[in-house]
T-cell receptor
Framework: AQSVSQHNHHVILSEAASLELGCNYSYGGTVNLFWYVQYPGQHLQLLLKYFSGDPLVKGIKGFEAEFIKSKFSFNLRKPSVQWSDTAEYFCAVKPSGTYKYIFGTGTRLKVLA | GAVVSQHPSWVICKSGTSVKIECRSLDFQATTMFWYRQFPKQSLMLMATSNEGSKATYEQGVEKDKFLINHASLTLSTLTVTSAHPEDSSFYIC???????????FGPGTRLTVL
């Protein structure tokens, strides 16, 4: 079955630290990839997405992600986190040609001021 | 563009009552919408796919008689939780597809609390 793994369930960082959140998926075909953020008590917001082209995708709020096809990965990065980045982050995969999203279990990030 | 709204944003109801949640695509037409459920501190789980003018497609394990979905127009899908029980308390999120990329645009969610 298709699945998305986010191995880091909880991450605690100090402000200005660098962030990398892992996302791996199990699907052999072409995929579209997404990272969403959910701030406490708020709704999902799209951080960035990959459909095709440059595998290094830049999103909002200084986030970026790199699609490595050979590793079935789409890790999220930010060079320097801020306290306001405290939130839950979800990776989602959509096999190309379909409309269903498969969400990862989420990573809860806490940034200490 | 691609704004999806939900109403209400939160609702509290008594056990045994039914609750209707609306999902609207405000600036585009959506032939396909989705309903997700998110338990506290968990990920989104797809409940069903709502297609305009036809019956919804439910995911395995989702009771279609309990979670009634109606997609009567290209901009509105409704989810009715019938005979709600405390275990139905959750965050319900809808999304809609706008274009051929099949990218989903998410609503802000509805928090249901059943007493």
């Amino acid at each position: 079955a298709q699945s998305v793994s986010q191995h880091n369930h909880h991450v605690i960082l100090s402000e200005a630290a660098s962030l990398e959140l892992g996302c791996n998926y199990s699907y052999g075909g072409t995929v579209n990839l997404f990272w969403y953020v959910q701030y406490p008590g708020q709704h999902l917001q799209l951080l960035l997405k990959y459909f095709s082209g440059d595998p290094l995708v830049k999103g909002i709020k200084g986030f970026e992600a790199e699609f490595i096809k050979s590793k079935f990965s789409f890790n999220l990065r930010k060079p320097s986190v801020q306290w306001s980045d405290t939130a839950e982050y979800f990776c989602a995969v959509k096999p190309s040609g379909t409309y269903k999203y498969i969400f990862g279990t989420g990573t809860r990030l806490k940034v200490l001021a | 563009g691609a704004v999806v709204s939900q109403h209400p944003s939160w609702v509290i109801c008594k056990s045994g009552t039914s609750v209707k949640i609306e999902c609207r695509s405000l600036d585009f037409q959506a032939t396909t919408m989705f309903w997700y459920r998110q338990f506290p501190k968990q990920s989104l789980m797809l409940m069903a796919t709502s297609n305009e003018g036809s019956k919804a497609t439910y995911e395995q394990g989702v009771e279609k008689d309990k979670f009634l979905i109606n997609h009567a127009s290209l901009t509105l899908s409704t989810l009715t939780v019938t005979s709600a029980h405390p275990e139905d308390s959750s965050f319900y999120i809808c999304s809609a597809i706008r274009d051929s990329n099949n990218e989903q645009f998410f609503g802000p969610g509805t928090r249901l609390t059943v007493l």
